[in-house]
């Protein structure tokens, strides 16, 4: 069986860099922001199954590797915040196979649309 993703189909940079030069001074203005297109189009309910449990596992998989490594430095360590963070994502997993098996009678597609936004936040 061939399955055909749309996945990464285009990445759209927003990055503006102005600069101009003064007889001794160098402004510089930035705004940097990225967008990604991560999935976009119609896939059937096994297809966008596919995409959207992949997805959520691998943002589940990422908080409980900090979890390790979180505890590997500490034993004592707190991460309720991370336990939360997996806990809401299950939650949104389970919602998704719901939603995704009501959908499900032979003809029906499913429209994704995902992107990812990006911005470079100052932490001065």
């Avoid at 759209?12 to 990225?34: H, R, V």
């Avoid at 998989?61 to 309720?80: A, G, T, V």
């Avoid at 995704?100 to 003809?107: D, E, Q, Y």
Wanted: charged share 25%; glycine share 4%; aromatic share 4%.
């Amino acid at each position: 069986m061939n399955i055909k993703y749309n996945i990464c189909t285009r990445i759209k940079s927003l990055i503006t860099n102005t600069a101009t030069m003064g007889t001794n001074e160098l402004t510089k203005t930035d705004k940097i922001m990225q967008k990604i297109q991560l999935v976009k189009g119609e896939f059937t309910p096994f297809e966008a199954s596919n995409i959207i449990m992949s997805l959520i596992d691998q943002k589940i998989n990422f908080h409980q590797r900090q979890k390790i490594q979180k505890w590997e430095e500490n034993h004592e360590s707190n991460s309720d915040e991370l336990n939360d963070r997996i806990t809401q994502l299950e939650n949104e997993k389970q919602a998704a196979k719901e939603f995704i098996s009501n959908a499900i009678n032979g003809k029906t597609k499913l429209k994704i649309n995902g992107t990812l936004e990006i911005t470079i936040v100052d932490n001065q």
